[in-house]
């Protein structure tokens, strides 16, 4: 089975600007989560799509967003981007078949973002 | 807002020396999780303790899990240069809270050969 897919791997972008990030989950898996990674705030959640649906979004403001379409694939978006957006942003995939308590999430090898 | 802290931050031992690492919390969790991350890829999942008490082994790695389900450790015997990486400590809160990992700062080991 091939894993979790981020594309780009590498992205730069200038303050101001929007970019648009890809995550194609593992084959079978409808749950789709987002984070943010940086060396100061560590690992954060940002949101989680199941069957097309946002069930759980993190404490971030509304320029990032996110959607999953119906073959589980996800994108997230940032727009009126900020130097401090700077970061690692990896997703995620579950089967979420338990419902949700003990579900092995599958990390894909991230997009790197730098906002220069 | 649940906090994981995880200690120590950073590690730096020789070949064949043991090591723990720690995570803590004031919050219950319906289950706890240890990842280990290298460069350049997403954190990998080594273990998932649930029950109180738990203890787990995955050849040289101890994973527990405390009594009251608030904290955990992670036990290296004889480390190698191979287990370098960043640990990560993380929890699922259950419930409502699809999806939602919440990580601990993460530990960076360094082996030296």
């Known amino acids: 089975k091939a894993g979790v897919t981020q594309t780009p791997r590498y992205l730069i972008k200038t303050r101001g600007q929007q970019v648009t990030l890809s995550c194609s989950p593992i084959?079978?898996?409808?749950?789709v989560s987002w984070y943010q990674q940086t060396p100061g705030q560590g690992l954060q959640f940002l949101f989680e799509?199941?069957?097309?649906?946002?069930?759980n979004k993190g404490n971030f403001p509304g320029r990032f967003s996110g959607r999953q379409f119906s073959n589980s694939r996800s994108e997230m978006n940032v727009s009126t981007l900020e130097l401090g957006d700077s970061a690692l942003y990896l997703c995620?995939?579950?089967?979420?078949?338990?419902?949700?308590?003990?579900?092995?999430?599958?990390f894909g090898p991230g997009t790197r973002l730098t906002v220069l | 807002t649940q906090l994981l802290e995880q200690s120590p931050q950073f590690l730096s031992i020789q070949e064949g020396e043991n090591l723990t690492v720690y995570c803590n919390s004031s919050?219950?969790?319906?289950?706890l999780q240890w990842y280990r991350q290298e460069p350049g890829e997403g954190p990998v999942l080594l273990v998932t303790?649930?029950?109180?008490?738990e203890v787990k082994k995955l050849k040289r790695l101890t994973f527990q899990f405390g009594d009251a389900r608030k904290d955990s450790s992670l036990h290296i015997t004889a480390a190698q240069p191979g287990d370098t990486g960043l640990y990560l400590c993380?929890?699922?809160?259950?419930?409502?809270?699809?999806?939602?990992?919440?990580f601990g700062q993460g530990t960076i080991l360094t082996v030296h050969p």
């Open positions: 919050s219950v969790f319906s289950s």
């Open positions: 993380a929890a699922l809160a259950g419930g409502t809270s699809y999806g939602k990992l919440t």
């Open positions: 303790v649930v029950t109180g008490g």
């Open positions: 995620a995939s579950s089967s979420a078949a338990s419902g949700g308590a003990v579900d092995e999430q599958f």
């Open positions: 799509y199941f069957s097309e649906t946002q069930r």
């Open positions: 084959s079978g898996h409808r749950s």
